[in-house]
């Protein structure tokens, strides 16, 4: 069982719906980052989190340390939000600088 | 204000040769990480900079993979004897202070790959 589990795989939506991917880890964890990757391109780091809410603009994180799950919400989608979203852990046993990531979730927003 | 870079954005060899892949990091960064992406696959770590040194070189697949950083700043990861099995996109991180997970990391584009 990998450490970071993510889901949907994939999830398809319309245009201003609002989207929730699933992040669920099995270790003590010290941090977790969202990140986004669109296709062919670099990955873009979206949030760091080791407790509670952030949020930037239409896009939410909660994370629920006991639970060892974290959310990642976005309003009011939007086609340019199509792209892999990915889940990365800091494992509070190990290295603190080693990231372990989930396989991703690769969102398609349609107009 | 640029960002991680990284050379080749492609490259293709074949089964046997040499590679060098080179990161350039944002200037003043004083970490620096190598991750690989397999197709459908998160990225995994490989190597882990701060300064000079490789602080964590585990994730390393195997004693054909090396990496240097000669001058705290650029970075090259070598592969020798390539094999079908290392194509993939390698991706470079850098980091401000070297807090590692406790800190946002700045990926490049990433080096796809092809082992013929």
């Known amino acids: 069982k990998n450490e970071v589990e993510q889901s949907p795989q994939n999830l398809t939506a319309q245009e201003g719906e609002f989207i929730t991917i699933n992040c669920s880890y099995s270790?003590?964890?010290?941090?977790l980052h969202w990140l986004q990757q669109h296709p062919g391109g670099g990955i873009v780091s979206l949030f760091m989190?080791?407790?509670g809410k952030k949020k930037h603009g239409r896009l939410i994180a909660t994370i629920n340390i006991q639970e060892k799950h974290s959310s990642l919400h976005i309003t009011a989608s939007h086609p340019r939000d199509s792209a892999v979203y990915i889940c990365?852990?800091?494992?509070?046993?190990?290295?603190?600088?080693?990231?372990?990531f989930g396989k991703g979730t690769l969102l398609t927003v349609n107009p | 204000g640029a960002g991680v870079s990284q050379t080749p954005s492609n490259k293709v060899t074949e089964k046997g040769k040499y590679v060098e892949l080179r990161c350039d990091p944002i200037s003043g960064h004083t970490a620096l990480y190598w991750y690989r992406q397999s197709l459908g696959q998160g990225p995994e770590f490989l190597i882990y900079f701060q300064g000079t040194g490789a602080a964590d070189d585990s994730g390393l697949p195997n004693d054909r993979f090396f990496a240097v950083r000669p001058e705290g700043s650029v970075s090259t990861l070598k592969i020798q004897r390539t094999e079908r099995g290392d194509s993939a996109v390698y991706l470079c991180a850098s980091s401000l202070l070297g807090l590692g997970g406790q800190e946002t990391q700045y990926f490049g584009p990433g080096t796809r790959l092809l082992v013929l």
């Open positions: 989190l080791s407790s």
């Open positions: 990365a852990v800091v494992n509070s046993g190990g290295s603190n600088y080693k990231l372990t």
């Open positions: 270790v003590g964890i010290s941090a």
